[in-house]
């Protein structure tokens, strides 16, 4: 069948890449797709905001099955309206999606069917939601309840610094995501994700994965999407697994289906593993980026058939299987991210990396330009790679990186420390 993946990142090429070996894949096109995607497929402009034209575009091209990658297509009902014309979609439902358009949303429906997550309230009155946090104390967080691009989430350790968050997200610094702020207790540990693919009522393990959110090496500097990750966490050992889905993953797929919004896709938890086991600290309604790029190439299995059996609610007959191999993704990006970048460097060596064994190069924010790639974002590339141990993909990954000549990049030194310093005993 014809194949529509929708997205642009380096999620969206790891996708690519997975789905386009699948003896099911006829033809495969990406929209709006990047430089990565279009070694799989064909990269297609489409407006992805305006479904009547994805409609369309499935109809004239004979599409059989739409993937959607990133949260705001899914949030915004995109798989609805392409369901509703016939068109298999793989992804949550608009009401689905709300685990991840809604933090007051999951923090409720936590409330009702038991699963651990930080103690919470809501609030829309600035002046209320200070009150309680003089009185509850700090460290505390408080959280936009709606989609932020990753700036709705601030831990204070200070009341000054709950104050200014509060004050910035109730007075629209966050748009209309901020008008309510969920504000919920401090949970101390280590984190870890892990994602499951799911049918609505059946949910299977899709990997586990770690990464690192400071932009700094030893974890310092301001929040990203993500400088890098690896899988599988080791700290998520088998019977933590088993805890993960039987507290929190099981009840959230009953919850959703007993309130008739059946939860299909896949379901990225956010956890705290804290001295009285895994808490949810938020969940995704889709793959993570840059965790798909260490998750896919470590599934063996036909990617195709399994996101299939999720859409038609057989996953009961599906089991996956993956490479007892370790993937490490660095996430290169342009100079002065997470704030403003220059778009617009060549880079080259990107084919010099690629000749090593067991690396791959995925691009995240880059443009082709002639015979030339270059930047046009600010995380702007994935150089992952696959070794027996973390210990040895993240030296492949680093040495993939050596050949990278990327002046106006850079790269955190340390991805995968934690795991490197488990590894070592
Ligand atoms: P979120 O977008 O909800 O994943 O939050 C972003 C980051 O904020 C998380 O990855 C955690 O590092 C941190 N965080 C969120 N909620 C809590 C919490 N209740 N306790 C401690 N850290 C948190
Ligand atoms: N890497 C975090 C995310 O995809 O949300």
Same mark, same amino acid.
């Given at each position: ?7 642009s990142g380096g999620?969206e090429h790891a996708?690519a890449r ?6 099911? #894949?006829?033809?495969?096109?990406i929209?709006p797709g990047n430089p990565g995607t279009a070694q799989h497929g064909t990269n297609v402009s489409?407006? &992805? ?16 099955? &739409? ?14 309206? /392409? ?6 979609? =793989? ?7 709300? /685990? ?91 984190? !870890?994700? =892990?994602?499951?693919? #799911? ?9 586990? !994965? ?62 705290? /593993? ?19 790029q &260490? ?35 660095v996430v290169m990006a342009a100079k002065g991210y997470?704030?403003s970048v220059e778009k617009g460097s060549e880079i080259r060596g990107l084919d010099k990396a690629e000749m090593l064994?067991?690396v791959i190069v995925f691009h995240a924010g880059t443009k082709q330009d002639g015979d030339r790639i270059v930047a046009n974002g600010g995380r702007v590339l994935n150089v992952t ?15 993939a990186v050596s050949k990278i000549d990327w002046p106006s990049g850079f790269c ?14």
């Open positions: 069948m014809n194949i529509l993946l929708i997205g999620r996708l997975s789905l386009s070996v699948s003896p099911h #894949c006829s033809k495969l096109f929209a489409l407006d &992805v905001t305006d479904h009547q034209a994805v409609i369309e575009f499935c109809r004239v091209m004979a599409i059989g099955f &739409v993937v959607v990658g990133p949260e705001a297509p899914l949030v915004a009902g995109l798989v609805d309206d /392409l369901t509703a014309a016939g068109i298999k979609t =793989f992804g949550p439902s608009r009401a689905a999606a709300q /685990l991840e358009g809604s933090k007051a949303f999951t923090k409720d429906l936590c409330a009702e069917f038991n699963i651990p997550t930080a103690a919470y309230r809501r609030f829309t009155d600035a002046e209320a939601a200070k009150t309680y946090v003089r009185n509850y104390g700090v460290p505390i967080v408080v959280k936009a309840d709606g989609l932020a691009a990753g700036k709705g989430v601030v831990v204070a350790m200070s009341f000054e610094d709950a104050e200014n968050a509060i004050d910035m997200m109730i007075g629209g610094g966050l748009g209309a995501a901020g008008a309510e702020v969920v504000i919920e207790a401090f949970l101390d540990g280590e984190e !870890a994700s =892990f994602f499951a693919l #799911c049918d609505g009522t059946t949910a299977i393990p899709f990997g586990t !994965a770690q990464d690192h959110k400071r932009v700094f090496d030893g974890d310092e500097g301001p929040n990203t999407g993500g400088m890098g990750a690896y899988s599988p966490a080791a700290i998520l050992n088998p019977e933590l697994q088993a805890r993960v889905i039987a507290e929190i993953i099981e009840p959230t797929l009953k919850g959703m289906a007993s309130r008739g919004t059946p939860y299909k896709g896949i379901l990225y938890a956010g956890l705290m /593993l804290t001295k009285d086991g895994p808490q949810l600290i938020e969940y995704n309604a889709r793959l993570g980026d840059p965790e798909t &260490v998750l896919l190439p470590r599934l063996n299995s036909d990617l195709v058939e399994a996101f299939l059996a999720a859409c038609d609610g057989k996953l009961n007959t599906v089991s996956l299987t993956w490479s007892d191999k370790a993937a490490l993704t997470p704030g064994d067991d790679a696959l070794g027996k141990t973390i210990t040895d993909a993240q030296a492949k990954a680093y040495e955190r030194r340390d991805i995968g420390w934690r795991a490197v310093e488990r590894e070592r005993g």
